[in-house]
Each structure stands twice: as C-alpha cells, then as structure tokens.
C-alpha cells in the first residue's frame, strides 16, 4: 500500500499552476504535513489525494487503498449525541454489536485523552474536544488513506497545542496519513513535511517533532 506522485501539476482554469513537477512517496506511517501560504495549493493536494479532483499533469498512484476518511477543518456532529456515540458509529455502521463498538471506542478516545468526556453530549464540547473526537472517530472506522484539513484552524491557542499534539497518534494506526495546516505547531507534530513552495519532502527526526499527547520529552 502506498500513494506515488510522479511529475504532478495542477491549474485551475485560466489561473497559474499551484504547483509543478511534485514527485513524493508515501507509505503507512507516514504521517505528511503539507505546508505553504494560503493559495500554496494544501487542499486541492488534498482533493487529488482523495481521487475528488484529476491532475492536469504528472500521475498520482493510489496503490492498494480501499478505505479513505477526510476530517475537515469544521467539525461537525450531532448535538444530541455524546462523544461515545460518535466514535463508535463507524463500527455500528459496519454491523458491530453496540457493546463491542463502544470497548473499541473507549480505546480511542482514551488515545485522544477524551474518556473524561465519553458520555457527554457533543453540543457541550469544547472546539478542541470535537475535532479530537473527530480524529479518533476516523481513526476507528480503520482508513487507509486518512486526510486532515486545517484541524486548528477554528481553535483558541491551548485547544490547538493539545489538538497538535493528537496529529502524532495518527502515525500509529498503520494508515497514510496527510495533514494540510498554517500552524507549526501541527507540521512539528509530523513525521515528513512536504512543502508545496520548495516542493521539498521532508523527514522529521523523532527528537524535533512535538511530544505525544499526554507525554513529555
């Protein structure tokens, strides 16, 4: 399984190319942060990794990917629905027994630092505590392919720290995953960023990526 972009350009009609001759490789694990000022190109990267748009030149490869999940960058749910009910639906849609999705669930949110909040409705939770809950919710509907939007973009500055320091969980799932953020508190908590000005892949050593969420250095 693994996603090869080769010689990959892309312009909208009658406008610039947002980006020429792109070439990367990703595989599971990786977890990529797509970086540059706004109009660099990260979403519509996103919507050509999701098959949603086609390239106007170059090839992107989707080899082996079956399961795809987008989280956007406004997260969205069900007021009358707690955290748990959202987390383990993926599962419920699948035909899991309540009582099985909602163990499976806890283990995610636990992840996440959300069991504190399982049982309560997501009208009552904070920004942070949704788009946590959303990337745990993604996580357990067990994508390949998982692709996340500005998740700090709506967020006050302790929300965003705690949601950036979530992004390196998403690495531990066997998933490839790309995260297009404006905060580098977002692209540290990476293993690679690729940098839509330079067209640079970038590996991150362990030592200058964030900690994980509820750990320290």
Known sequence: MRIVAQGLTHAF????????DLS?????GDVIGLVGPSGAGKSTLLSLLAGWLEPTGGTL?????????LVTQNPHGVAGRTALDHVAYPKISQGARRKVANEQAMQFLEKFQLTSVAH??????SG?????????RAL???PQLLL?????????????????????RLGAQSAIVFVATHDQRVSNSCTKVLDLLTLELIDQPVAHRLPLLGETH
């Open 13 to 20: 009609a009658q406008r610039e190319p947002l980006f020429t």
């Open 24 to 28: 990367f490789t990703a595989v599971p």
């Open 61 to 69: 490869t989707r080899q082996g990917i079956d399961r795809l999940t």
């Open 120 to 125: 309560t409705l997501y009208g009552r939770l």
């Open 128 to 136: 942070g505590e949704r788009q946590r809950m959303l990337l745990a």
């Open 140 to 142: 357990m509907g067990d």
């Open 148 to 168: 996340v939007d500005e998740p700090t973009a709506q967020l006050d500055a302790h929300s965003g720290d705690v949601v950036s320091k979530s992004i390196a």
